[in-house]
């Protein structure tokens, strides 16, 4: 079967679009002559704008869907492929009329079952990336075990290496860290990214790049303070793919269960991440090669997929109990 048009749907965030890359490039080789497009929340449109598998991106504007569903009825779809598998991915697909539909199954129940009873009724541990081939597996697309991949221009890579250069000239290695998160309970502590830096500084002479979000400023800059002179503070600097640009060029990435994780991952550079309230079965832990997680055994874990405001019982022991020790332990193997 052949097919002349095709929409991706994936609206957000930016882990599980940075996790979609594998699926787009499989259905692009797989199809090499129809015209993907890829439906995308205009909030990460970057993420995709440079990706060559791409021929179009349906920018979506939650506040303001006409615009998207107008756009996808003039289209004249024949394939569909809906990785998101929400109200407003429903919405939009129903507005590619006669078009074959495919999704994957979420594991809802699973999921939920886990989180409020402990009850582990999965059999297999499968990353989300690979389920998301279980919508195109009919086709026999399956994934190249190329991983991830985000796309970059000259102009983020100038502005980076303008901000870098003291530290390729003193020939240190650079260490990313990524202290922040969606939710709070999902963030290790800022005592322990300031020990583990501390300590990297001392041990390996590394110059720590400190990345972040709208919002997380003011966390990534108590922590340059007492980090001190060896650090430089990019949060809320930089857009997503010149913090990709920065990611790449660290010899390591320290990071909480976020997209930047994912980001670093797309940059085939090495992770070690921080899990607390969440665990592998959901899907998002990394790709194995090159990343270590740094995780606790509590028995109230997990207690979200997305995760919370604050730890529900009110002691984050599955982020407290995790020393800047273990962590250091982790780094060795990828900076000795």
Known sequence: ???????????????????????????????????????????????????????????????????????????????VIDIHQSSRSYQLRSAAKNALITSYPKNRLKRSLLIRLKWNLYKTIEPVYQRYFKAVEKFNITDDGKGTEVFVSDAEEKKIND?????????????????????ANKRWTKEGFIEISQKLQQTHGACIAILG???????????????????????????????????????????????MLHLAQSQKTPVVAIFGPTVKEFGFFPLENKSTVIETTISCRPCTKMGLDKCPKGHHKCMVD????????ATEEYLK
């Not at 390729?168 to 969606?182: E, F, Q, S």
């Not at 400023?217 to 930089?238: R, Y």
């Not at 995790?322 to 332990?329: D, E, F, G, K, T």
Request: glycine share 6%; charged share 20%.
């Open 163 to 183: 901000i870098l250069l003291p530290t390729h000239v003193n020939n240190r290695p650079l260490v990313a860290i990524c202290p922040g998160a969606k939710f």
């Open 213 to 259: 979000g709208p919002g997380e400023e003011g966390l990534c800059e108590e922590i340059k303070a007492s980090i001190g002179a060896d650090a430089i503070n990019l949060a809320g600097k930089l857009s997503l793919l010149e913090s990709a640009v920065v990611l790449k060029r660290s010899k390591l990435v320290l990071v909480n269960d976020s997209g």
């Open 322 to 329: 995790i020393s800047a020790n273990q962590v250091y332990q």
């Open 1 to 79: 079967m052949k097919f002349q048009k095709i929409l991706i749907i994936r609206l957000s965030s930016i882990g599980d679009i940075v996790l979609s890359t594998p699926l787009l490039r499989a259905v692009r080789n797989k199809f090499p002559e129809a015209s993907i497009h890829f439906a995308v929340k205009k909030e990460f449109v970057q993420l995709l704008r440079y990706n060559p598998h791409v021929d179009e991106l349906i920018v979506v504007d939650s506040a303001n869907m006409s615009t998207s569903l107008q756009q996808i009825r003039k289209e004249n779809y024949d394939w």
